[in-house]
């Protein structure tokens, strides 16, 4: 099968996604800045979660372009990642709605480690496909970054328990790490 079905059926579910997080940011009442105040925890859940969205995003845009042809495995392992960014909205609104509190952050934790680990299997399902020396197994490599993700988002997800606070902080940390541009698949695509 050949990957365009994939790749918009993708778009097309991450462009919702988006859609329905920015509609859980309500209008406030009231007309001064004053009112805009118990909107910030919100606001500020939904800055990050639109930055990891937007990650995967483009991740699963460049990962698709060393790809020429998808399998039934390789469908079932999106609708896999698919499944665990959908979730995104409901705890990014669970965790801004409640100020970031313990449970909240380490549920969207886990969301986060479930989508990482999706990911990840995405990567080894179009890797076991196109085989160990195809641009894809080349471009991924070692995949240090979405490893070391995982191990993060694991250690977040417990302390979140101890101090929120820093659990997001991690949660940031990671966000930042894979904002910085990652070159594989460009190399791979344009030597």
């Not at 930042?176 to 030597?191: H, K």
Request: with cysteine; hydrophobic share 60%; net charge positive.
């Amino acid at each position: 099968m050949l990957k365009g079905r994939l790749e918009a059926f993708s778009d097309g579910v991450i462009a919702i996604i988006i859609t329905i997080m920015v509609l859980e940011l309500k209008v406030p009442h009231g007309n001064d800045l004053a009112a805009l105040r118990p909107l910030i925890p919100v606001f500020l859940s939904y800055v990050l979660s639109f930055i990891y969205i937007g990650i995967y995003w483009n991740n699963h845009h460049h990962l698709l372009q060393v790809v020429r042809l998808v399998n039934g495995r390789i469908l079932w392992a999106n609708l896999h990642l698919l499944f665990w960014l959908s979730l995104v909205p409901f705890v990014t609104g669970w965790m801004g709605e409640n100020n970031f509190a313990a449970l909240p952050v380490a549920l969207y934790g886990i969301v986060l480690l479930f989508s990482a680990s999706a990911y990840f299997i995405l990567t080894q399902t179009l890797i076991y496909h196109h085989g160990k020396d195809s641009p894809i197994a080349i471009a991924v490599g070692k995949d240090f970054k979405g490893k070391i993700s995982m191990i993060v988002y694991a250690i977040a997800i417990l302390l979140s328990f101890i101090n929120s606070w820093l659990a997001c902080i991690l949660y940031i940390l990671v966000a930042i790490m894979w904002l910085i541009p990652d070159r594989r698949i460009e190399r791979i695509l344009f030597p």
